[in-house]
């Protein structure tokens, strides 16, 4: 059974439809987002994967509706709830941000304001989203700020384990280490309760303790407010421990779409198969890990037919010259091949 829409299950929260994101450059079209398809069911942990350049982050913003110039949205859906972001106005987009779907960025050092402190930052959201009244001040008095506020900023930022929070609260973005700034930005996420949490690379910046502790953090928010969460990730292990299903993304489209047992048990597409076998393994001998050859290509001359053809160690005639269809392989297994004609 070919198709090119997600497939339906359980109480979706997000059904994104044919989602198309270009940008328009001065030497080409860059197609970054090429005809997306895939759902989130609400409370589960879905990974979205795939190397650098693939087009993760371009999905993400496209979905919070953040996709600036030269970029723009050329169609398709993203149905929130049932209702399409894409046709929402900036207004009431700016209300659905931080309040029903927030982000985790990936480079806490560019996402803060450096002259704010971070306890100011994340006061910020509940303010964009809440009426909050200031504590009546007399003109010779400082402003006092509203205790109800700083004590939920407080609460919040115990919550995902930054020590002291009224001090650290105080501090500018320069003034903490990237470990702690992970968790600020994880913190103004939060906040505002969101019904969906988009998590991009949320371990990068920070050294390996920092990151078991953030992907726990994670897991057991996930667990305990049955949130829906959308991981942007290049570490499948990570997929492995945290997500229910893996979305893998290459060259602006999802070419596999399945829950993560049968995925990891048996992988469909050959790129998925060339990601798994690239990542080390206690038996793996030293000097003989498997790479997949070449590199992403560039989205302005993406390769006719099948655009990962160029690295496909099974690819054939019709890979060079259709583009594959979306294929229904057991229950609920989506891959993008033409092996599977």
């Known amino acids: 059974m070919a198709g090119h829409k997600a497939m339906s299950r359980g109480n979706i929260l997000l059904q994104v439809e044919d989602l198309s994101t270009y940008f328009h450059t001065a030497e080409g079209v860059v197609k970054a987002v090429d005809g997306v398809s895939f759902s989130l069911e609400a409370g589960e942990m879905t990974g979205l994967v795939g190397e650098s350049g693939c087009g993760k ?90 205790t109800a506020l700083w004590q939920r900023v407080y609460q919040v930022m115990e919550a995902v384990h930054i020590p002291n929070p009224p001090v650290v609260a105080t501090a500018y973005p320069h003034q903490l280490s990237g470990g702690l700034l992970q968790r600020v930005l994880i913190a103004m996420a939060l906040i505002g309760e969101p019904t969906l949490l988009i998590a991009d690379e949320p371990t990068t910046a920070v050294d390996a303790t920092i990151q078991v502790q953030i992907l726990q953090f994670l897991k057991q928010l996930q ?52 990601l798994l076998q690239s990542i080390p393994r206690r038996e793996t001998k030293r000097g003989t890990l498997p790479t997949i050859p070449g590199s992403v290509p560039n989205l302005i001359h993406v390769p006719a037919g099948c655009a990962f053809h160029p690295r496909c160690p099974e690819a054939f005639a019709p890979c060079t010259a259709e583009e594959p269809k979306t294929y229904a392989v057991g229950e609920g297994h989506l891959v993008k091949c033409h092996l599977f004609a």
């Not at 100011?120 to 509940?126: H, L, N, P, T």
């Not at 979305?247 to 060339?274: C, N, T, W």
Request: aromatic share 8%; net charge positive; hydrophobic share 45%.
């Open 223 to 274: 667990a305990e407010r049955r949130m829906t969460i959308l991981l942007i990730t290049h570490n499948l292990g990570i997929v492995a421990r945290l997500c229910r299903r893996v979305l893998v993304m290459y060259a602006g489209k999802i070419v596999e779409d399945a829950d993560v047992y049968s995925f990891f048990r048996q992988p469909l597409h050959p790129y998925s198969r060339g």
């Open 57 to 146: 982050t371009a999905t993400a913003l496209s979905i919070m509706r953040l996709i600036e110039s030269p970029g723009r949205i050329e169609g398709g859906k993203v149905l929130f709830k049932g209702e399409d972001l894409l046709a929402k106005s900036p207004a009431e987009m700016r209300h659905i941000r931080g309040k029903e779907i927030a982000m985790i960025w990936q480079d806490p050092f560019a996402a803060l304001n450096p002259v704010q402190t971070v306890g100011e930052q994340i006061a910020e959201v509940v303010k964009a989203h809440e009426p909050v009244q200031v504590d009546g001040w007399l003109p010779w008095q400082r402003r006092r700020r509203n």
